[in-house]
Nanobody
Framework: QVQLVESGGGLVQTGESLSLSCEAS????????MGWFRQAPGKEREFVGA????????YYADSLKGRFTISRDNAKNTVLLQMNSLKPEDTAVYYC???????????????????WGLGTQVTVSS
């Protein structure tokens, strides 16, 4: 099993940056593909980005490419989400999730992820 805990959320102004961290428990973290999703009030959960387990290839929602960057440190069991040039529409609860390497569904599919954190709130004021 993998337990995930997000941190780093908060209140920022438009145009500022924020870095979210997701710390995973368990020695098998290195084998999991990791994703970030977000959910704004009244909206469905949406894909933000993901990173593969070994090659660390990254995938992003088209609308977020260039502003958001995902990285991972397997030695620290941590996945990071760097968010730049934040906008009010980025306001949401951000979730970290872990996906089995044997699951071949697209990285953007939330149902493909087995483990989820409780989320961290990001609020961008205008």
């Amino acid at each position: 099993q993998v337990q995930l805990v997000e941190s780093g959320g908060g209140l920022v102004q438009t145009g500022e940056s924020l870095s979210l961290s997701c710390e995973a428990s368990g020695r098998t973290f290195v084998y999991y593909r990791m994703g970030w999703f977000r959910q704004a009030p009244g909206k469905e959960r949406e894909f933000v980005g993901a990173i593969s387990e070994s090659t660390r290839r990254t995938y992003y929602a088209d609308s977020l490419k260039g502003r958001f960057t995902i990285s991972r440190d397997n030695a620290k069991n941590t996945v990071l989400l760097q968010m730049n040039s934040l906008k009010p529409e980025d306001t949401a609860v951000y979730y970290c999730a872990a996906k089995s390497p044997t699951d071949n569904r697209d990285y953007s599919v939330a149902r493909a992820y087995t483990y989820w954190g409780l989320g961290t709130q990001v609020t961008v004021s205008s």
